[in-house]
């Protein structure tokens, strides 16, 4: 009896807190609305009769009635949400928090206690993200979502009181450092964009008074006109802000300003997508979550324009070149609905992926391969070719098959990317019949304190992927020439004989030492990889591999050979088949599939010294099998096979059966 009676007492306090810093209506208070528009009649009316309490009151019926009786607008959010049925026990157990001020800034840390006076500038882990997502307040939503299923006004006022207390204790320029977290124009954009379901939600409880309404729209205004002139100055957030702002101007056309935020936000975004987005569709960051991001982006940012009634203010251009992105995302699409973790990107679930590919279908519903994607097969119609060459972006496919027991990699050979590329030319990613047996590294953590970038930084090695090194360190820049790409066709069937698809790139990895690698898809069955360096730097050469982490490898370091062994038979060797010494060992490995989480996992390296500046050679096969007997190979090489003049005359022996490859890989 004695807690509850001093939660409720600590409850009021608070309350009567707040509502002293309630802003008096005035006359000014409706300077940043548009009275003029249609439905505010009665508000103008009051606001000309001096009568300010009671224009705040018929503006609240107006957006009672316009947003209030409609179902909330999801359409900009990331995920979907489900406004039936029960409350799952994650978003209750995020609300039971919520009320106490514990809060879930980022997923991987759990809950922190921010206080019953709630410490805004709080910083437990000196995670950035922690701290920026703080401010992006997502617990917010999640009130509004539990409260329309419970009708608690508990919830209703707890929120009021919360929106209160960030805006009263996070005022733009408090300080540089508040600035840097609570006003980063990202999470300023996070909280304009969820801000406006919230509040749709919020709007029909008796907590949300006439008077908050005016303190909410006032703050929502600053927030939004706010962004217009501090977006980012490249990148995905660039984008995610310009695309926020535009939604705001479409949600809330009474605000004086909206017109100039919708304007905003579609010039960037149609100068944007020119800049940010490569010829074959790859967007320049490199790295498939924000490139699937930013299709997101632009598609709601049709959305928005269609909800102003302006979506012809996009050109026929801009639709073209989002539909050109969502068939290069095809492109790197495994099986089951993931894509390499190239750069900063993880594992998402297929669900997520279908609900995405959903949406990108309404907007193109006459392209018949995104709604093949979209409804996981069973519309629409499957891609009617094979590998492919993404050569901007430098991310190349090998593939025989769209389906689970399809063999397929997926290799990256890129130009200098932005933030979240890694120093890493010449990685892949392997899917062999339902499996991904070489993860790339993913990336662990973003930014933060000098602990937390060590962390971030031991993802990012390139000897932590599956590329050359020279010492063990990093490729001083990833800037990729394709020297060559040439396909099979028509492409051979699966077993068939021959050279299916070939890809050589040349990257300048050192200083005085450039990497060319050559990737042969032979029989649309394994891969033949020769590396090669030339220049005259010297040091130790490594040529590294990564394996799942469950995949219990044998390592042969007299056969120069790794092979797992997974008891379904679906395996994979990877073998080196040089004539001088090489010397194989096994490396540290690690992979990150989430953030803030790692799994250790097997790696290793085939090594030589360079000496002089003679150019050296690394051949290898990545050769997958279906059995629990580890294939024989062998190879031999042929008078007239030169590895420096690009010129293949090879003798392969699997088990018994020979075949010859003979060709170029660098014209």
Same mark, same amino acid.
């Given at each position: 009896?004695?807690?509850?009676?001093?939660?409720?007492?600590?409850?009021?306090?608070?309350?009567?807190?707040?509502?002293?810093?309630?802003?008096?209506?005035?006359?000014?208070?409706?300077?940043?609305?548009?009275?003029?528009?249609?439905?505010?009649?009665?508000?103008?009316?009051?606001?000309?009769?001096?009568?300010?309490?009671?224009?705040?009151?018929?503006?609240?019926?107006?957006?009672?009635?316009?947003?209030?009786?409609? +179902?909330?607008?999801?359409?900009?959010?990331?995920?979907?949400?489900?406004?039936?049925?029960?409350?799952?026990? +994650?978003?209750?157990?995020?609300?039971?928090?919520?009320?106490?001020?514990?809060?879930?800034?980022?997923?991987?840390?759990?809950?922190?206690?921010?206080?019953?006076?709630?410490?805004?500038?709080?910083?437990?882990?000196?995670?950035?993200?922690?701290?920026?997502?703080?401010?992006?307040?997502?617990?917010?939503?999640?009130?509004?979502?539990?409260?329309?299923?419970?009708?608690?006004?508990?919830?209703?006022?707890?929120? *009021?009181?919360?929106?209160?207390?960030?805006?009263?204790?996070?005022?733009?320029?408090?300080?540089?450092?508040?600035?840097?977290?609570?006003?980063?124009?990202?999470?300023?954009?996070?909280?304009?964009?969820?801000?406006?379901?919230?509040?749709?939600?919020?709007?029909?409880?008796? !907590?949300?008074? =006439?008077?908050?309404?005016?303190?909410?729209?006032?703050?929502?205004?600053?927030?939004?006109?706010?962004?217009?002139?501090?977006?980012?100055?490249?990148?995905?957030?660039?984008?995610?802000?310009?695309?926020?702002?535009?939604?705001?101007?479409?949600?809330?056309?009474?605000?004086?300003?909206?017109?100039?935020?919708?304007?905003?936000?579609?010039?960037?975004?149609?100068?944007?997508?020119?800049?940010?987005?490569?010829?074959?569709?790859?967007?320049?960051?490199?790295?498939?979550?924000?490139?699937?991001?930013?299709?997101?982006?632009?598609? +709601?940012?049709?959305?928005?324009?269609?909800?102003?009634?302006?979506?012809?203010?996009? =050109?026929?251009?801009?639709?073209?070149?989002?539909?050109?992105?969502?068939?290069?995302?095809?492109?790197?699409?495994?099986?089951?609905? !993931?894509?390499?973790?190239?750069?900063?990107?993880?594992?998402?679930?297929?669900?997520?992926?279908?609900?995405?590919?959903?949406?990108?279908?309404?907007?193109?519903?006459?392209?018949?391969?995104?709604?093949?994607?979209?409804?996981?097969?069973?519309?629409?119609?499957?891609?009617?070719?094979?590998?492919?060459?993404?050569?901007?972006?430098?991310?190349?496919?090998?593939?025989?098959?769209?389906?689970?027991?399809?063999?397929?990699?997926?290799?990256?050979?890129?130009?200098?990317?932005?933030?979240?590329?890694? =120093?890493?030319?010449?990685?892949?990613?392997?899917?062999?019949?339902?499996?991904?047996?070489?993860?790339?590294?993913?990336?662990?953590?973003?930014?933060?304190?000098?602990?937390?970038?060590?962390?971030?930084?031991?993802?990012?090695?390139?000897?932590?992927?599956?590329?050359?090194?020279?010492?063990?360190?990093?490729?001083?820049?990833?800037?990729?020439?394709?020297?060559?790409?040439?396909?099979?066709?028509?492409?051979?069937?699966?077993?068939?004989?021959?050279?299916?698809?070939?890809?050589?790139?040349?990257?300048? @990895?050192?200083?005085?030492?450039?990497?060319?690698?050559?990737?042969?898809?032979?029989?649309?069955?394994?891969?033949?990889?020769?590396?090669?360096?030339?220049?005259?730097?010297?040091?130790?050469?490594?040529?590294?591999?990564?394996?799942?982490?469950?995949?219990?490898?044998?390592?042969?370091?007299?056969?120069?050979?790794?092979?797992?062994?997974?008891?379904?038979?679906?395996?994979?060797?990877?073998?080196?088949?040089? *004539?001088?010494?090489? @010397?194989?060992?096994?490396?540290?490995?690690?992979?990150?599939?989430?953030?803030?989480?790692?799994?250790?996992? =097997?790696?290793?390296?085939?090594?030589?010294?360079?000496?002089?500046?003679?150019?050296?050679?690394?051949?290898?096969?990545?050769?997958?099998?279906?059995?629990?007997?580890?294939?024989?190979?062998?190879?031999?090489?042929?008078?007239?096979?030169?590895?420096?003049?690009?010129?293949?005359?090879?003798?392969?022996?699997?088990?018994?059966?020979?075949?010859?490859?003979?060709?170029?890989?660098?014209?």
């Amino acid at each position: 009896m004695h807690l509850k009676i001093a939660g409720i007492l600590c409850f009021c306090l608070l309350h009567l807190t707040i509502a002293k810093a309630d802003t008096p209506i005035n006359k000014n208070s409706f300077n940043i609305i548009n009275l003029n528009y249609p439905g505010l009649e009665k508000v103008k009316h009051a606001v000309e009769a001096g009568k300010y309490n009671d224009a705040a009151s018929a503006l609240l019926q107006y957006y009672r009635h316009k947003i209030g009786e409609k +179902k909330p607008d999801f359409s900009n959010l990331e995920i979907q949400v489900d406004t039936t049925g029960q409350v799952d026990a +994650k978003s209750q157990e995020t609300v039971n928090n919520a009320m106490l001020h514990r809060f879930k800034t980022q997923e991987a840390y759990g809950f922190f206690d921010f206080g019953k006076d709630i410490n805004w500038k709080l910083w437990p882990v000196k995670d950035n993200e922690v701290r920026w997502q703080l401010h992006r307040v997502k617990w917010w939503l999640t009130m509004a979502l539990v409260y329309h299923k419970t009708k608690n006004e508990a919830y209703a006022k707890e929120w *009021t009181l919360q929106f209160a207390d960030w805006a009263n204790k996070n005022p733009l320029g408090l300080s540089a450092d508040n600035d840097k977290f609570a006003w980063r124009p990202l999470e300023v954009s996070d909280r304009v964009q969820n801000l406006i379901p919230t509040v749709s939600i919020f709007i029909n409880s008796p !907590n949300f008074t =006439p008077a908050f309404l005016m303190d909410f729209l006032k703050s929502y205004h600053q927030q939004a006109d706010y962004l217009p002139s501090h977006y980012a100055t490249d990148g995905n957030h660039r984008l995610f802000e310009a695309q926020r702002t535009l939604f705001a101007g479409a949600s809330f056309p009474e605000f004086q300003d909206a017109a100039k935020w919708r304007k905003s936000g579609i010039e960037v975004l149609n100068a944007e997508i020119k800049k940010q987005v490569y010829p074959d569709g790859i967007q320049f960051e490199l790295s498939p979550v924000y490139h699937a991001a930013s299709i997101d982006i632009f598609v +709601k940012a049709l959305r928005g324009a269609q909800k102003a009634g302006i979506e012809n203010e996009f =050109p026929a251009s801009y639709k073209q070149t989002v539909e050109k992105m969502v068939m290069a995302f095809i492109n790197i699409t495994f099986p089951n609905y !993931n894509q390499p973790m190239f750069g900063d990107s993880w594992l998402a679930k297929k669900e997520f992926r279908l609900n995405q590919f959903s949406s990108w279908s309404a907007i193109f519903p006459d392209n018949k391969f995104i709604k093949y994607f979209a409804t996981a097969g069973k519309a629409g119609e499957k891609p009617n070719w094979f590998s492919n060459a993404l050569s901007t972006a430098g991310f190349y496919t090998f593939r025989n098959g769209w389906d689970e027991k399809s063999t397929i990699m997926i290799l990256k050979a890129s130009p200098p990317g932005e933030f979240h590329a890694q =120093p890493d030319n010449g990685t892949f990613e392997l899917w062999v019949n339902g499996r991904n047996f070489t993860p790339d590294a993913g990336c662990f953590v973003y930014s933060g304190d000098a602990e937390i970038m060590k962390q971030r930084n031991w993802f990012r090695q390139s000897r932590v992927h599956s590329t050359l090194t020279l010492n063990n360190q990093d490729m001083l820049i990833t800037k990729a020439v394709q020297n060559k790409w040439e396909t099979a066709s028509p492409q051979p069937s699966p077993g068939g004989d021959g050279v299916s698809v070939i890809l050589t790139y040349t990257n300048p @990895s050192y200083t005085d030492l450039d990497h060319r690698r050559s990737v042969l898809f032979i029989n649309q069955q394994y891969f033949l990889i020769i590396d090669q360096v030339m220049g005259k730097a010297t040091g130790n050469l490594g040529t590294h591999f990564q394996l799942k982490e469950d995949s219990k490898p044998t390592v042969d370091q007299t056969g120069n050979k790794v092979f797992t062994n997974y008891t379904d038979g679906n395996n994979l060797l990877i073998q080196n088949f040089n *004539t001088d010494k090489i @010397s194989l060992k096994e490396e540290e490995g690690k992979v990150s599939y989430a953030y803030q989480t790692e799994v250790t996992r =097997p790696a290793f390296v085939f090594e030589k010294p360079k000496a002089d500046e003679k150019s050296q050679s690394f051949i290898s096969v990545v050769y997958p099998f279906n059995s629990h007997k580890t294939p024989n190979i062998s190879i031999k090489e042929n008078a007239g096979n030169n590895y420096d003049k690009g010129i293949l005359n090879l003798i392969i022996t699997i088990d018994g059966k020979t075949q010859t490859i003979k060709t170029s890989i660098t014209q």
